[in-house]
């Protein structure tokens, strides 16, 4: 009997508290390190021709024709891209807003909205909820707040916003909870009936 109990337990090697504790403390941080990283890796570089914090989110962008010496106040050309439901990167708005930008007194900016990928993989923080039901309060605001500082930091004239379908509706949202920010939008395939458009889609949001 007691030789069978010696058998079974012989394999398993007892360490001390300090080795699990270290080996615990181990995992923990190689669980974490990777995420620090990369939430460092956009804001905390301080350029913010690249990415810009809104609403406690730090939101990657791609901006053109930026120039800080000009002696007039630019136009600044804003795009907010679509849901993207077959996956992938935000990238289609990109080269929509560099066309824009060849006109010297445009300053275009394509902003990866919450949750979404963009330009060489630089991702949005946030939640996109599954590329769904991304329209959230937190969203709207974070966007609003970020065109806002575009707009301080830019010197701009006017704003025009450009939504394409769940970029659209996200632009209209913001319209209306930054009523003196936009001057001009254009909204483009826009389910601006979220009811009858959730209801078409079959799911709640």
Known sequence: MFK??????QPVEFVS??????AILSIVL??????????????????????VRGNGLCLAIRTFNADFKRD?????VVMLHGDLPKGGAALYHIERMREVA???????????????TGYKRRKSEGSNHGRRDSYTK???QAAGE?????????NARRIIVIGHSGGAAMAAVIITMF??????AILVSCPCNIALWTKARRWRP
Do not use: M, W
Not at 17 to 22: E, G, I, M, S, T
Not at 72 to 76: G, I
Not at 179 to 184: A, G
């Open 4 to 9: 069978l109990l010696n058998d079974i337990f």
């Open 17 to 22: 508290v300090r080795a699990l504790r270290q």
């Open 30 to 51: 190689f669980s974490i390190l990777p995420f620090s990283a990369s939430a460092k890796s956009l804001c905390d570089d301080g350029d913010e021709l690249s990415a």
């Open 72 to 76: 007039f106040q630019p136009t600044l």
């Open 102 to 116: 060849r006109d010297e007194k445009i300053v275009s900016v394509a902003i990866i909205r919450p949750g979404y």
């Open 138 to 140: 937190r969203n709207n």
């Open 146 to 154: 970020v065109i806002q500082k575009l707009k301080k930091l830019h």
């Open 179 to 184: 009523p003196e920010l936009v001057d001009k």
